[in-house]
């Protein structure tokens, strides 16, 4: 193989490699504070993301009032005893899992689709939610990055977006996709948490892993 | 600030940090094959990406039949052109836009949600589209990844998703979200190609971050 300008070096690498494999979907936090040149490096990260037709598609709501934080803490109360009937076998198993940091972490943040993206058609004309993709790669990056300044983050999705749009003032066309906790933590989970709890494991690469075709055994 | 035990080196979150700011979406390749290590790198890293409860909705069709790539241009070369009918005023200067690197990249990707997502509700119950944002993070593992190692990649969302079914056998249920075009580069751009080319530009992050409340003058 032909020596690679453009590659890392194999330490580099090895710290993005690190990152990828040791970030995880963390839901138990401390209250310490995050340092704010940590947290201002982690949102720079996301704004760094790829977006569709580069139209940045995310708001990100920092949430410093205490009300605000118990009123989301609500809402995704609210949702996770619904989805909780709608597991109807694994309604216990469900309500015994710790789904969330909110009251912890020691920062909170609402991410939300932008408004009026209904103007931008370029890589959106037959799958306009490519933008909730774009926002997605930042959540990415943030939980990258996060993990990188031993700083561990989780992403909510329980709850109603219109429960947020009225607490958070969010107007119409735009919506909250994700509530994001951050914060320190006293350890980040050897494994994803679902699978320490039993929820679900996690399959091989070579299940999800076609050529050419999708298997006709698997459709 | 008290030292942070989970903390990376400084060395070490520099890396993660210089392939979130370096990763580009990327156009232009060169024909020399991607190795073999270095393509299964960036697989795991995919692979290793966070997914609402657990379900990891991301498949991956490995593209290695010319004929089927170069059905798979057809359909994105169909698409561009009602694309740029619907851009109106703008459609000259996107017929000018580079948009994929299809026929030139050393690997083609199909990157397709799985079918039967039905069946999960945890984290899906409001937002059955979280399946996306977690196949969205696959994809951002595989860009850091593939930016580490020197590798390009472009994400290709012009394309109509049943097209790709037809051509790919892909069940009733699943959809492709992305044709993801990976290989060697000369450069990487120094900012994002539609930066580049004027077509759009970013904006500072203060636009994007709120406090507590979606402003009102932005509403």
Redesign the interface.
Known sequence: ??N?????SE???????????E?R?MRHFTS?PI?KDIFN?I???A????S?????P????????QS?RMAIKNVVNK?RL??AE??ADRQQK?MKLKVEGISQCGELLIM?L??QREQH???????P??D??????A???M???A?????GMG?V?????SDLAEI????VG?QA??ILCLG??D??YSA?M??LEN?????P?SD???????P?D??
Request: proline residues 3%; contains cysteine; glycine residues 4%.
């Open positions: 193989m032909k690679n300008k453009h590659a890392f330490a580099e690498r090895n710290a993005v490699y690190r990152a990828i494999k970030r979907d310490e340092d490096r949102l720079i990260a704004h760094q993301a790829p569709v037709g580069l139209i940045q995310w708001r990100i709501i920092r949430i410093t009032d605000v949702e619904i989805t709608a597991l469900f939300a932008m408004d058609v370029f890589g959106r004309r037959t799958m939610e490519m909730l993709a774009s926002v997605s790669c959540i990415q990056n939980w990258l990055a993990r990188s300044e031993g700083i992403w999705s329980l709850f109603e977006p958070l003032n969010i107007p735009a996709v994700a320190h933590v350890e980040f994803p679902l699978e929820w679900r494991h996690g399959c690469i999800v892993l076609f050529e050419n075709s999708w006709s698997k459709a």
